[in-house]
Nanobody
Framework: QVVLVESGGGLVQAGGSLRLSCAASGGTFPFYTMAWFRQAPGKERDFVAAISWSDGRTFSADSVKGRFTISRDNTKKTAYLQMNSLKPEDTAVYYC????????????????WGQGTQVTVSS
């Protein structure tokens, strides 16, 4: 019923930029919170950034503050993650997630997920 579709991933050199998009469709909208998580091979899924759909407040992980910016377009039902000054350590599969109620950075509390998009940052 609820479908999240990510796009915008790819291969980029260190220092470059990418913008990820997450388009939502179906189900009840808007969500209370939409967020981005990432997972590198063999590691846990980590929080990246979140945005409240109602008032636009944001929160980002310390590892990406000053480099990544989350935003949203209410009309398009789309969340974005602008990634600048990318580092090889940012290489991971990036997932969009949403929750209808609540404000959280815990991935296990998000019931709705996209399929993920690969971001690879080369040296």
């Amino acid at each position: 019923q609820v479908v999240l579709v990510e796009s915008g991933g790819g291969l980029v050199q260190a220092g470059g930029s990418l913008r990820l998009s997450c388009a939502a469709s179906g189900g009840t909208f808007p969500f209370y919170t939409m967020a981005w998580f990432r997972q590198a091979p063999g590691k846990e899924r980590d929080f990246v950034a979140a945005i409240s759909w109602s008032d636009g407040r944001t929160f980002s992980a310390d590892s990406v503050k000053g480099r990544f910016t989350i935003s949203r377009d209410n009309t398009k039902k789309t969340a974005y993650l602008q990634m600048n000054s990318l580092k090889p350590e940012d290489t991971a599969v990036y997932y969009c997630a949403a929750i209808k109620f609540g404000w959280t950075t815990s991935h296990n509390e998000y019931p709705y997920w996209g399929q993920g998009t690969q971001v690879t940052v080369s040296s």
